[in-house]
């Protein structure tokens, strides 16, 4: 067990909704990565965090946002959702805001029919 | 931006024998290159890393290469056990924000008993 806690498990919802998944880090991790994971474009880093700012942005689309509490768990806000959208959304976490590993999460799968 | 190929995209050995798996990145600037190790539905779990200023790095059955010049690394497990078989993924980012990776597309690697 990584110590990242990801919820939920499984989403499924309709095109154009809007989800919001959770994500807890490790205790003492600052930092909190959203990765996500699809068939046609593997892993891809969307969006860093670290205690309560954005740090680094990917290739986040602007119908996602994300944003980390005073408690520092996080939330991706997942908005209009498109079938294209469908994929595993990894949490990680990490000690500091640079040169620290990253501890992954189990993952939420977001299926949209 | 920064680009990485990873080779094979499906690799099968028989136990015992050794995997190698190769990388090649783009960007210059990249200086921090892990790899993962993700099982059918879980997480991807970091095995190894390795930092641009090392050529080389061990642990146990497991060793990754890096050559800068070249601009390729590899990941190389040697005597292969049936629980080696997972997705592999390759990574590189900047040293001064580890966690914003670029990843590879993966390899499966199949160890036949």
């Known amino acids: 067990d990584s110590g990242v806690t990801q919820t939920p498990k499984h989403l499924i919802t309709a095109t154009g909704q809007r989800v919001t998944l959770r994500c807890s880090p490790r205790?003492?991790?600052?930092?909190v990565y959203w990765y996500q994971q699809s068939l046609d474009q593997g892993l891809q880093f969307l969006i860093q965090?670290?205690?309560?700012?954005?740090?680094a942005k990917g290739n986040i689309l602007e119908r996602f946002s994300a944003q980390q509490f005073p408690d520092l768990h996080s939330e991706l806000n997942l908005s209009s959702l498109e079938l294209g959208d469908s994929a595993l959304y990894f949490c990680?976490?990490?000690?500091?805001?640079?040169?620290?590993?990253?501890?992954f999460g189990n993952g939420t799968r977001l299926t949209v029919t | 931006g920064e680009n990485v190929e990873q080779h094979p995209s499906t690799l099968s050995v028989q136990e015992g024998d050794s995997a190698v798996i190769k990388c090649t990145y783009s960007?210059?600037?990249?200086?921090?290159f892990p790899w993962y190790k993700q099982e059918l539905g879980k997480r991807p779990q970091l095995i190894i890393d390795?930092?641009?200023?090392?050529g080389e790095k061990k642990d146990q059955r497991i060793a990754v290469t890096l050559n800068k010049t070249a601009k390729h690394f590899s990941l190389h497990i040697t005597e292969t056990q049936p629980e080696d078989s997972a997705v592999y993924f390759c990574?590189?980012?900047?040293?001064?924000?580890?966690?914003?990776?670029?990843f590879g597309q993966g390899t499966t690697l199949q160890v036949k008993p």
């Open positions: 960007d210059s600037a990249s200086n921090y």
């Open positions: 390795i930092r641009s200023n090392v």
């Open positions: 990574a590189a980012s900047m040293w001064g924000n580890t966690g914003k990776l670029i």
């Open positions: 205790s003492g991790d600052l930092s």
């Open positions: 990680a976490s990490s000690v500091g805001d640079s040169n620290s590993p990253l501890h």
């Open positions: 965090y670290y205690n309560g700012e954005e740090r």
